[in-house]
């Protein structure tokens, strides 16, 4: 069954990709401030109002790797890193997780929705799903 068919279960990790230095330090490590200004901004949903992941789900640490570097590739952006939360962490804010599939998307692919449409409380999840992420710097040469 493609994994598009399989729902996203509350212990599967999910991995944000970071292709911006805003979001962590220059030495890779995290922001101490960041939880209320630039990491939040990693994982504030975009305009169409949902908030794109790739699940740990049957992938090695090399493969989720290599599926960063193609989604980097793709927007002509270095990759910094990723911020991993649990899909448990997105529902506990009210979200879902929701696996997509489909040409030109990548594979592993989930989205976080259920957002509300006001920024403010968008703002308040993407605080929350922050500080719940753990941040892994890219491997070396990645970037």
């Known amino acids: 069954m493609p994994l598009?068919?399989?729902?996203?279960?509350?212990?599967?990790?999910?991995a944000r990709m970071i292709f911006t230095n805003r979001h962590v330090r220059k030495d890779q490590s995290?922001?101490?401030?960041?939880f209320l200004s630039v990491r939040m901004e990693a994982f504030l949903p975009y305009?169409?109002?949902?908030l794109s992941?790739?699940?740990h789900r049957d992938l090695t640490e090399p493969e989720l790797w290599e599926i960063g570097q193609e989604i980097a590739a793709a927007r002509n952006?270095?990759?910094?890193?990723?911020g991993?939360?649990?899909?448990h962490d997105a529902r506990g804010q009210g979200l879902d997780v929701?696996?997509?599939?489909?040409?030109?998307?990548?594979?592993?692919h989930a989205d976080i929705v259920g957002w509300p449409p006001d920024k403010p409380s968008q703002m308040s999840r993407a605080?929350?799903?922050?500080?719940?992420?753990h941040f892994t710097a890219a491997p070396t040469g990645s970037t």
């Open 4 to 14: 598009g068919d399989v729902p996203v279960e509350d212990g599967e990790r999910l």
């Open 30 to 34: 995290v922001r101490a401030e960041a």
């Open 47 to 50: 305009k169409h109002v949902t």
């Open 53 to 55: 992941v790739i699940r």
């Open 77 to 82: 952006l270095p990759l910094i890193g990723r």
């Open 84 to 87: 991993d939360i649990g899909a």
């Open 98 to 108: 929701v696996p997509v599939e489909g040409p030109g998307i990548p594979r592993n």
């Open 127 to 133: 605080v929350e799903l922050a500080a719940a992420s």
